[in-house]
Nanobody, 128 residues
Framework: QVQLVESGGASFQDGGSLAFSCAAPGNTVVSACMGWFRQPPGKDREWAARIFTGRPWTNYADSAKGRFIISRDSDKNIMYLRMNSLKPEDTAMYYC?????????????????????WGQGTQVTVSS
């Protein structure tokens, strides 16, 4: 099973910023889309942001709009997420995902069923 490699995360203060990266191994099928998910303590996983390959299309969950920026270096097969104006409610385990050969639906799911590859997860804690 191919696993994406995440880096970034840790503990931050309310109002701060952080950046993640997610690298896909060289043998990973080029994905039509890649995304970031998060799972707050005691809650279900939720989708945060998505980016498409070869097109300037990005999608954001309402909680991420205006604060998160998703980007991708297709040549290096690395995806990034920058989070600004951090809030305590951003505290969660963050996961990156890549669709691989799967089709990316018009509406992103919170379950992430459309993704074939996942990162190991990175904890982010935002304190007030």
């Amino acid at each position: 099973q191919v696993q994406l490699v995440e880096s970034g995360g840790a503990s931050f203060q309310d109002g701060g910023s952080l950046a993640f990266s997610c690298a896909a191994p060289g043998n990973t099928v080029v994905s039509a889309c890649m995304g970031w998910f998060r799972q707050p303590p005691g809650k279900d996983r939720e989708w945060a942001a998505r980016i498409f390959t070869g097109r300037p299309w990005t999608n954001y969950a309402d909680s991420a709009k205006g604060r998160f920026i998703i980007s991708r270096d297709s040549d290096k097969n690395i995806m990034y997420l920058r989070m600004n104006s951090l809030k305590p409610e951003d505290t969660a385990m963050y996961y990156c995902a890549a669709a691989g050969w799967r089709v990316c639906p018009a509406v992103p799911s919170n379950s992430g069923y459309e993704y074939n590859y996942w990162g190991q997860g990175t904890q982010v804690t935002v304190s007030s």
